[in-house]
T-cell receptor, first 112, second 110 residues
Framework: NAGVTQTPKFQVLKTGQSMTLQCAQD?????MSWYRQDPGMGLRLIHY???????DQGEVPNGYNVSRSTTEDFPLRLLSAAPSQTSVYFC???????????FGQGTRLTVV | RKEVEQDPGPFNVPEGATVAFNCTYS??????FFWYRQDCRKEPKLLMS???SGNEDGRFTAQLNRASQYISLLIRDSKLSDSATYLC???????????FGKGTRLHILP
């Protein structure tokens, strides 16, 4: 059982480049979310989705786009990478907002 | 006031001791509460849910105080392997965002 799969695990981008972080889950979870984690800042919610076709902003959405065309996939797009977006990104899924969240292994992104 | 607040620590505790952390939340309508554990450079994983009546899982006890709006985690007979960051999670309802506290770092000393 794969659970939540994030790709890539590591990425280096140049300032201004765009890229998409992939997240897929095979648990038929309705709820998916993206977090970034920086030293001393904990996990900060970027965007979340309560089902296919529905997305909403979290605490730090600027500079990121998401879409949810299927239940399984929830990609995160960086439109124009900035050094401030250097971080570890985690995707998570859960049956619903108030249930256990399962996390992917994270993507370590460096923007130079 | 932040939605979820935790003392970042670190808590440096000798092996075998008892340690407790609290997590305060600002939204009185919050319904679901959890403790997660995160090891260095790993993803968070659920440690335990927090129920209104409190719950215990081996050496770990979680409690909810709705009146004062905080949850607590107590670890008894601490082990070296308990060294990690403990994150509290609060959620209002199934369609609401899941907010994590910044975490409390725990170091168990031999």
């Amino acid at each position: 059982n794969a659970g939540v799969t994030q790709t890539p695990k590591f990425q280096v981008l140049k300032t201004g480049q765009s890229m998409t972080l992939q997240c897929a889950q095979d648990m038929n979870h309705e709820y998916m979310s993206w977090y970034r984690q920086d030293p001393g800042m904990g996990l900060r919610l970027i965007h979340y989705s309560v089902g296919a076709g529905i997305t909403d902003q979290g605490e730090v959405p600027n500079g990121y786009n998401v879409s949810r065309s299927t239940t399984e996939d929830f990609p995160l797009r960086l439109l124009s990478a900035a050094p401030s977006q250097t971080s570890v990104y985690f995707c998570a899924s859960s049956y619903a907002g108030g249930t256990e969240a399962f996390f992917g292994q994270g993507t370590r992104l460096t923007v130079v | 006031r932040k939605e979820v607040e935790q003392d970042p620590g670190p808590f440096n505790v000798p092996e075998g001791a008892t340690v407790a952390f609290n997590c305060t939340y600002s939204n009185s309508a919050s319904q679901s509460f959890f403790w997660y554990r995160q090891d260095c450079r790993k993803e968070p994983k659920l440690l335990m849910s927090v129920y209104s009546s409190g719950n215990e899982d081996g050496r770990f006890t979680a409690q909810l105080n709705r009146a004062s709006q905080y949850i607590s985690l107590l670890i008894r007979d601490s082990k070296l392997s308990d060294s990690a960051t403990y994150l509290c999670v609060v959620n209002k309802n199934r369609d609401d965002k899941i907010i994590f506290g910044k975490g409390t770092r725990l170091h168990i000393l031999p």
